[in-house]
Nanobody
């Protein structure tokens, strides 16, 4: 069982930055591929970024490449999403997700979800 708790959301102007964090419970964090997803009002939840168990590989959706960076610290059981050059279209609830052993790129692949944190980017 893994519990995920996100933090770091908020309101920021376009062009600004935010750093989201996700703290995971449990002693097997390093066995999970971790991801960030987001859901805007009236839209389906979508993939944002993924990082593999060791942190050796990352994947991003095209719209955030070059602006967002996902990272993890297995000693502290945390995963972060650094978001730079934010745009109004990045406005959404951001969710941390975990999948045991396998890659994570679709919402239905996640084994665990956090409660979400709101990110609002004003124009």
């Amino acid at each position: 069982q893994v519990q995920l708790v996100e933090s770091g959301g908020g309101l920021v102007q376009a062009g600004g930055s935010l750093r989201l964090s996700c703290a995971a419970s449990g002693r097997t964090f390093s066995r999970y591929n971790m991801g960030w997803f987001r859901q805007a009002p009236g839209k389906e939840r979508e993939f944002v970024a993924e990082i593999t168990k060791s942190g050796g590989s990352t994947t991003y959706t095209d719209s955030v490449k070059g602006r967002f960076t996902i990272s993890r610290d297995n000693a502290k059981n945390t995963v972060a999403l650094q978001m730079n050059s934010l745009k109004p279209e990045d406005t959404a609830v951001y969710y941390c997700a975990a999948r045991l052993l396998y890659r994570l790129s679709k919402p239905d692949e996640s084994d665990y979800w956090g409660q979400g944190t709101q990110v609002t980017v004003s124009s």
